[in-house]
């Protein structure tokens, strides 16, 4: 069982929470991500650690509410408990000095982008990043970006904070005004780093993307997050998350992760119907059902 | 009647006569009920039955029985006990060797030790150890006190048991029983391995393995669940920082072979692993209950492709979640399939099909990235290959296909790298496992010992077990001499 020490909003719907987990902690680095599952009926899913306190023990993430598990996660508190959560998971990203780096972060993608922003800046590379948001209430971890950068550029998609547009324009501006550019790391919705990788594929930049399929164990053992690299199959949960922007096949990605959307629909949908019994259930019932004889439809 | 003595056969039944016996099969629900539910296929031996197959057994001076049994149960010697109605002694005896009775009992394939050993299956039907064992076993499980499990003197010693699938339970009871202190890591949220991820209810259930599991708690092992070993922790910190005397590495095999033919992205193709994980871990045949979802089998046509107990697993499976034409696809025929006897005979039963001699060589987009069908291609057998079995070799312009809404890969599976890639100085094969000594089960690294999959390949849980025993017998001479290894 892991405790959460601290919990709170960072925008609607984005939720930080700080977890007591110190095996986790002591090995964490940046890039790496841990699965988690909330209840003895819940699915397992990986979320990236934002932050991690090897003295205190303890992890930071991020959430982001999406679907069923996400929305009952981001409806605990502090002192709450969460029932597993296994990491870190995934290689660390790659850090050394490459020389200037534009960190491209879409929305939540921030958190997820900012803890290797950090390691690249201490690497002494000088660090553009570009941190996109829908609107002026979902730019997260401004603060703490500005911190790991050189450069921070503001956009948000309807112009109610910074400037308006898209990450990519930045980037897109970066190019035609001829700054060298010796890495992009690209953080956020697929359709996002797509067209990272299409813009850079272009200009010959070495671009580096974290990828979200579908996942189970973690470990290699199941192969559901598969993706297709150069026309082979790797595993993001042992061969990534990280992966060559320009090798990616992200139309297969986008594919693969629509495979349970019904599903995923119906069970937020019932979770909605009533999320403070649910709320509850995870709360009262750590030790959980032992519903071993289930019977088939 | 004389009385029997120490010495002489408990059995009353003239040795002649035990031959004419018929084997006493176990009761089962019927194929109609069971293909549309995950309770287990077999429902056990009554006492009566269970004490009329005991009687069966030629009692052979040479017991090739307990010779074939990778882990060496006396087999002779528990029969007799549940001739003399010596339940628990029976249980006690076959703890002796093996910590896992009714697992071993439900999963083992005896027709490849015990009974393929029996002397009477070379005229009739062999003695049905398996089932006996697992009587015995569900028998403990109902009368025993888990206040009354021995414990052993401690010896001072910590070891740590990397995965909790056979090899590790197996050198985890042994190593308690000793009086070492044992630690088992588990990646998973729930102990077990692949006794929890790959083998359905239906055939195992999950309740059997948390009861062995609190048998072994109850020993004094402890176990950790959520700690992936190379990623949580290291070995080696394990070793210098942790305070562990010495290691077992059981973490299984690993990752999932794809075929490597065109198609195996689409939605609807999963590994077997990935399959069986969401239908045992995860529950997903409950959803929305559980919160893994699977995708709708219900009247589908549905392949797996394999011929091995994992294959026979998730085909069972799909039949189980509605799936209409349910079907192995293999490429040998069906004499070469590893899978067990009685698996192949209760999956007939239910209705599965088996299209033997043909491999699919793509699988088909229906235009939105799901799987419409495979275009397969017939075989036929060659000269034997070098796992002794006869080749498939394709047969020119036989291609055709099949309609499928899913497909199943379980062609089996390769070495998962992480330990090997975060132990320096841990010799691996090439192919990636880890290299251990057949007797001993150390490797290269003193103080790290390995068995079961992640040392052999894909193997079976009686195979990973014996490796779990001769690796507890092994740590246990490391642990008084460790100057001497």
Redesign the interface.
Known sequence: MFKILHAEFLAPGIKRFVIEAP??AH?YKPGQFIIL?LHE????IPLTIEKADPERGTIRLVVQSIG??TNLLNSLETGDTI???????GKPSDIEKFGTVVVMGGGVGTAMAYPTTAALKQAGNRVISIVGARNKELVILEKEMREASDVLMITTDDGTYADKGFVTDKLRQLIENGTRIDLVLAVGPIPMMRAVADMTRKEHIRTIVSLNPIM?????????C?V?IDGK?E?AC?DGPEFDAHRV?FS?LV??N???RE??Q??MK?FQQDPKSQVAAVRAGHSGV???????? | MTQPTKTKSLNVLPLKERMKVPRQHMLEQSPVTRA????EVNLGYSEELARQEAMRCLECAKAECTRDCPVGVKVKEFVQLIVAGDYLGAAAKIREDNVLPAITGRVCPQEDHCEGGCLMGKKVEPLGIGYLERFVADYEQRNMDLKNVPKAIPTGKKIAIVGSGPSGLTAAGDLVQKGHQVHVFE???EVGGVLV?GIP?FRL???II?QQVDYMRAMGVEFE????VG???TINELLEEEGYDAVFIGT?A???Q?MGIPG??L?GV??A??FL??IN???A???????????DF?GKNVAVIGGGNTALDAIRSSK???AGNAFILYRRSEAEMPARLEEVKHAKEEGIEFQVLAAPLEFLDDGK?WLKGARCQKMELGEPDASGRRRPVPIEGSEYEIPLAVAVIAIGTTA???IQTTTPGLATTKRGYIQADDTTQKTSRKGVFAGGDIVTGGATVILAMGAGRRAAKAIHEYLANPEQW
């Open positions: 095996r986790i090995k599952r009926q819940g699915e397992r069923k598990t029932l597993n959560v296994v990491g870190p998971l189970i164990d973690g470990t290699g053992m199941c192969g559901g598969r297709l199959s595993f042992v096949d297969i594919q693969r629509s495979t349970y599903a995923e119906r069970s019932e032992c519903a071993v004889e289930g019977v088939g439809r | 549309t539910n995950f309770t990646a998973l949220h991820y209810e259930p999950k309740k948390r669940t959520d700690v992936v990623r949580t922790v299984g690993g990752l999932p794809f195996e992205h939605n999963y590994s692993n990935e994980t969401r871990l995860m529950h045949y409950e959803f929305p209950k559980y919160d893994e979802p699977m995708v219900r189980r979640l509605g990235g998962n790298p992480i």
